[in-house]
């Protein structure tokens, strides 16, 4: 018989399973998107809403343009009702955001500005390149004339009752500016979702002060921060924390009101890793426990008053995978992006790797074009998980299991890091003030 874990998905996780054996990428994400709850959201103000996720679908609420508009300077006519020698007399001129209400009789022109309505009796707008000013108020065409030549037609940018945006889609500037061309001045986007992040150690020490014998500056809170903001987070991050169950039990409860908590070392389960116990204590159920990958074969997940705890490992480059699997995905899961997945790319391996049996392989790796494609370098084996190198690469390498070797030359898949800024008061910091 098994003891059974549900999660918010519904689906059962016997203990033995997940306990005993190491999970895959597509098991986690899996198991993962099972136990997030519902997204939530704010309006906000369109100008307000960059990269933000829609939760609504926005519709046109009428054609735009309106009417057909001019589409550059020049004189509206009827093309389709030319005078004999392309000679206009110039009735009159309007600017954009005025309407021409009189008849405009054949053989008559109105100069018009980009973007202004056009009266009703024309078709076409003269290019002022094309035209050769005569006698006082006449001028002459020289170019093509066509019936729907430089004009743009109404509904052509948006047609009433169609989509402006759709629901569950990352806004950019294009969007907003759609938007507001549409009339809206707000817009239903998800919360950034709260990130708690906790490291723990007994040699870590926060950077500025005095670094005693046998100690280490603590540099992963900083790092899964900024990797945590950059991806849309409101972070709360706390001070590294010693290996003493009541300390970092402590700490895990400062991060409640998080919506998903990552803790930085202590995941294996070697004598000082207090991790696991600290949370089962807490009353967390173990959803699994390792990957198997490598990096970060030790990066496991749980399910804390409802909200998933992603227990990552210490080094760097374990770590840096781990967020990249697990907690990258959550948080823009987490903000209605359901569908989300890390970005990959396919490229030409440069250099010869190992495959490893039953395990998957994240090889870090710098991504250069050349030649129409993208060619693959991976890290050389003695600078893989140093934070200065992982800054310097653009990815890495999948090396599925297998035996034997993936050979320079083989098209792989490679995962791509992602790109943006990051940004402290110290001590115990509170949650970004935004919504």
């Known amino acids: 018989m098994f003891s059974h874990l549900m999660v918010k998905g519904g689906f059962p996780i016997p203990e033995s399973d997940r306990l005993r054996r190491e999970v895959s990428i597509e098991d986690a994400w899996d198991l993962l998107r099972g136990m997030l709850g519902p997204v939530k959201g704010v309006r906000l103000a369109v100008s307000r809403a960059l990269d933000r996720v829609a939760l609504e679908e926005v519709l046109a609420r009428s054609d735009l343009p309106p009417r057909d508009t001019a589409g550059l300077d020049g004189y509206a006519v009827r093309a389709s009702d030319p005078p004999e020698g392309r000679v206009f007399r110039v009735v009159g001129r309007i600017s954009a955001g005025q309407i021409w209400d009189r008849a405009v009789g054949k053989g008559e022109t109105v100069r018009v500005m980009t973007g202004c309505p056009l009266p009703a009796d024309c078709d076409a707008v003269l290019p002022l390149e094309t035209v050769q000013s005569l006698e006082e108020g006449l001028i002459r065409h020289e170019g093509p004339l066509r019936s729907g030549m430089n004009i743009i037609r109404a509904g052509e940018e948006m047609r009433c009752g169609r989509p402006l945006i759709r629901s569950g889609i990352r806004l950019g500037p294009e969007d907003l500016a759609v938007l507001a061309s549409g009339g809206r001045r707000t817009v239903v986007v998800s919360r950034r979702p709260r990130v708690g992040v906790l490291v723990t150690g007994n040699e870590l020490v926060l950077p500025g002060k005095k670094l005693p014998r046998g100690g280490r500056y603590s540099s992963n809170g900083v790092y899964l921060k900024a990797l945590a903001k950059r991806e ?204």
């Open 232 to 435: 849309g987070a409101r972070v709360f991050l706390r001070d590294p924390v010693p290996d003493r169950m009541e300390v970092l039990r402590e700490a895990v409860e400062t991060l409640s009101d998080a919506d998903l908590i990552l803790v930085s070392g202590g995941s294996g389960k070697g004598d000082g890793d207090l991790v696991d116990v600290v949370l089962r204590d807490l009353g967390a159920q173990c959803v699994f426990r390792g990957m198997r990958i490598r990096p970060g074969h030790t990066t496991s997940l749980y399910l804390w008053r409802g909200k998933p705890v992603v227990a990552l490992p210490g080094r760097p480059g374990g770590m840096r995978v781990g967020f990249e699997i697990l907690a990258r995905p959550a948080i823009h899961w987490l903000q209605g992006e359901r569908k989300w997945r890390p970005p990959r790319l396919r490229g030409v391996l440069e250099s010869s790797l190992e495959r490893r049996r039953h395990v998957h392989q994240l090889r870090e790796a710098f991504i250069r074009t050349g030649g129409g494609r993208f060619q693959v370098l991976p890290l050389s084996r003695d600078l893989r998980g140093r934070p200065l190198s992982q800054g310097q690469t653009q990815g890495w390498v999948e090396i599925p299991p297998g035996e034997g070797m993936v050979q320079k030359g083989e098209i792989v898949t490679v995962w791509l890091k992602g790109t943006g800024d990051f940004g402290g008061s110290g001590g115990i910091e509170e949650w970004d003030s935004s919504p």
